[in-house]
Antibody, heavy 118, light 107 residues
Framework: EVQLVESGGGLVQPGGSLRLSCATS????????MDWVRQTPGRGLEWLAR??????????FYAASVKGRFTISRDESDSSLYLQMNSLKTEDTAVYYC?????????WGQGTLVTVSP | DIQMTQSPSSLSASVGDRVTITCRAS??????LGWFQQKPGKAPKSLIY???NLQSGVPSKFSGSGSGTDFTLTISSLQPEDFATYYC?????????FGQGTKMEIK
């Protein structure tokens, strides 16, 4: 069974940093593109970042709203995906989802809540 | 960025009804269109990719159609478990974008 399990969310002050993790299982991690998507009541679903698969050299792509502040990465040794979030703003408050980027976004994690507040 | 606009934003329907949700892209997205279902407190679930292909395990009561900029999701014979919020998404070009959602409620 394909599974994605996020962790690392929590409360952080504006300007702070947080690193989200996504543990994956049930598939050959290196074969797949992986993404981060977030959701807020106000802005809905927002795609943030993508890392390509091994065949595509793990190329990364970012939304303009997070480029330069967030970094997506992956560790093939333990099939994990990461999102390093720096210079956090209150508007980054959201539920963050780890997503497998195959046939659109075929598998989603359960999400982890990030709250940016003084 | 490609804007995705869904209509209606909300709808009321009865068990057994057939409903259609539309999604319009601000430019041609070829067939790079997906549909998702989300229930309260849960992650979105992928239903359809490439306009009309069902994800594994998704019942055939869900169907998608369209091309270019205009797309539809049809759900036949609504059951209580189908009442949820539905989103479309384009993955033609970065940044990938989602529609604002269609919330379906029981009449």
């Amino acid at each position: 069974e394909v599974q994605l399990v996020e962790s690392g969310g929590g409360l952080v002050q504006p300007g702070g940093s947080l690193r989200l993790s996504c543990a994956t299982s049930g598939f050959i991690f290196s074969d797949y593109y992986m993404d981060w998507v977030r959701q807020t009541p106000g802005r809905g679903l927002e795609w943030l970042a993508r890392t390509a698969n091994k065949a595509r050299g793990y190329t990364t792509f970012y939304a303009a709203s997070v480029k330069g502040r967030f970094t997506i990465s992956r560790d093939e040794s333990d099939s994990s995906l990461y999102l390093q979030m720096n210079s956090l703003k209150t508007e980054d408050t959201a539920v963050y989802y780890c997503v497998r980027g195959y046939n659109s976004f075929d598998v989603w994690g359960q999400g982890t809540l990030v709250t940016v507040s003084p | 960025d490609i804007q995705m606009t869904q209509s209606p934003s909300s709808l009321s329907a009865s068990v057994g009804d057939r409903v259609t949700i539309t999604c319009r892209a601000s430019q041609d997205i070829n067939n790079y269109l997906g549909w998702f279902q989300q229930k309260p407190g849960k992650a979105p679930k992928s239903l359809i990719y490439d306009v009309s292909n069902l994800q594994s395990g998704v019942p055939s009561k869900f169907s998608g159609s369209g091309s270019g900029t205009d797309f539809t999701l049809t759900i036949s014979s609504l059951q209580p478990e189908d009442f949820a919020t539905y989103y479309c998404q384009q993955y033609k070009s970065y940044p990938y974008t989602f529609g604002q959602g269609t919330k379906m409620e029981i009449k």
